[in-house]
């Protein structure tokens, strides 16, 4: 005796997707963030270009938080090692104080000082970059 059964069942598709919808967004998250953490995005950006065009914007009177941190470590680094207090005592050759050179040419050898110490500082930041020193000019 053969016994033939058909059967069908219906599926709301809505009542399904309220069934899975959880998982499914779980997983397509899961899968984006290891396609994320995987992905190597060094190709599409290019961090010396970003950094030297926030050089070249820069202004310390009117800078957002980055700058300001920025100008705190131009500071600190122009304080530390003693360099610039090293070059000025060469540039007045005195012992007493008193500057034997003009004071305008003493802040353009600070300035200068400076703008070599930025661009070693840039150099540091983008050392792949040919002609670097294009964009920064040391006037003495």
């Known amino acids: 005796m053969e016994v033939e059964i058909n059967t069908s069942v219906e599926i709301d598709e809505h009542t399904l997707w309220e069934a899975v919808e959880d998982n499914v967004g779980e997983a397509a998250y899961e899968a984006a963030r290891n396609a994320l953490d995987e992905a190597d995005f060094s190709n599409y950006i290019n961090y010396a270009d970003g950094a030297m065009d926030l050089l070249r914007d820069y202004s310390p009177s009117n800078s957002c938080s980055l ?37 305008e040419d003493l802040r353009k050898l600070v300035r200068a000082e400076i703008r070599y110490a930025l661009l070693e500082a840039r150099r540091a930041i983008a050392p792949g970059v040919a002609g670097g020193e294009d964009h920064i000019t040391v006037v003495v």
Request: proline fraction near 5%; avoid cysteine.
């Open 67 to 103: 700058g300001e941190l920025f100008t705190d470590s131009v500071q600190s680094a122009v304080v530390h090692g003693d360099f610039l207090a090293e070059a000025m005592k060469q540039a007045t050759g005195t012992t007493d104080g008193v500057p034997a050179v003009d004071p």
